[in-house]
């Protein structure tokens, strides 16, 4: 089945650095991306929606300063988490939905960031 | 915003049925109706969706109320593995764009 490939797995940076995120549908081509956080023992918040080609959408209350996402490729997407503090540790997730709607989301294996 | 309520947690026997509920009380015609389960730090796995007829796959079974506005997602026979937090998902259009938004879940503890 499509599977959907996160890297880095786990990554740590120091403060005031910048961490990029990559996501990649392996075998379809995605023109939107779902990116998520999750800190622990809560549920996964929308940060924004990537679309190939053209600006991404960011849910209230997320900075697309700190958050870039660029969406260049048909499989590729990117989240670059800019000047990372230690509240910006979480678990990001990536996922791309299947082209109509009678089929299922893919879901990157996540991304666990801890910023010292 | 989560456009789905459930449990915040249930709690089943090793080998017995599991029925895990779930409120969707605003959902629209088009509207399909997506369960995930997640086990902790991995990121959510696809188990079954429907729109209005109930449906069976190799996972678990889903039975949709006659007026949508709830389902119930069966697992016929739980197993230690099938502890996780599963969130059910209605998969649409808001506003002309598609979202995937995710409640807080129902955490499945899988009693030996």
């Known amino acids: 089945g499509a599977v959907v490939s996160q890297h880095p797995s786990r990554v740590i940076c120091k403060s005031g650095t910048s961490v990029k995120i990559e996501c990649r549908s392996l075998d379809f081509q995605a023109t939107t991306m779902f990116w998520y956080r999750q800190f622990p023992k809560q549920s996964l918040m929308l940060m924004a929606t990537?679309?190939?080609?053209?600006?991404?959408?960011?849910e209230q209350g997320v900075e697309k300063d700190k958050f870039l996402i660029n969406h260049a490729s048909l499989t590729l997407s990117t989240l670059t988490v800019t000047s990372a503090h230690p509240e910006d540790s979480s678990f990001y997730i990536c996922?791309?939905?299947?082209?109509?709607?009678?089929?299922?989301?893919?879901f990157g294996q996540g991304t666990r960031l801890t910023v010292v | 915003d989560a456009k789905t309520t459930q449990p915040n947690s249930m709690e089943s026997n090793e080998e017995e049925p599991v029925h895990l509920p779930c409120n969707h009380s605003t959902i629209s015609g088009t509207d399909y109706i997506h369960w995930y389960r997640q086990l902790p730090s991995q990121g959510p796995e696809y188990v079954i969706h429907?729109?209005?007829s109930n449906v069976n796959n190799r996972m678990a079974s889903l039975a949709i109320a006659e007026d949508r506005k709830s389902s119930t997602l069966i697992l016929h026979r739980a197993t230690l593995r099938d502890a996780a937090v599963y969130y059910c998902?209605?998969?649409?259009?808001?506003?002309?764009?598609?979202?995937?938004?995710f409640g807080k879940g129902t955490k499945l503890t899988v009693n030996p």
């Open positions: 998902i209605l998969r649409g259009y808001q506003g002309g764009s598609e979202k995937l938004v």
């Open positions: 990537s679309n190939e080609g053209s600006k991404a959408t960011y």
């Open positions: 429907g729109l209005t």
């Open positions: 996922s791309a939905p299947g082209q109509i709607m009678n089929t299922e989301a893919f």
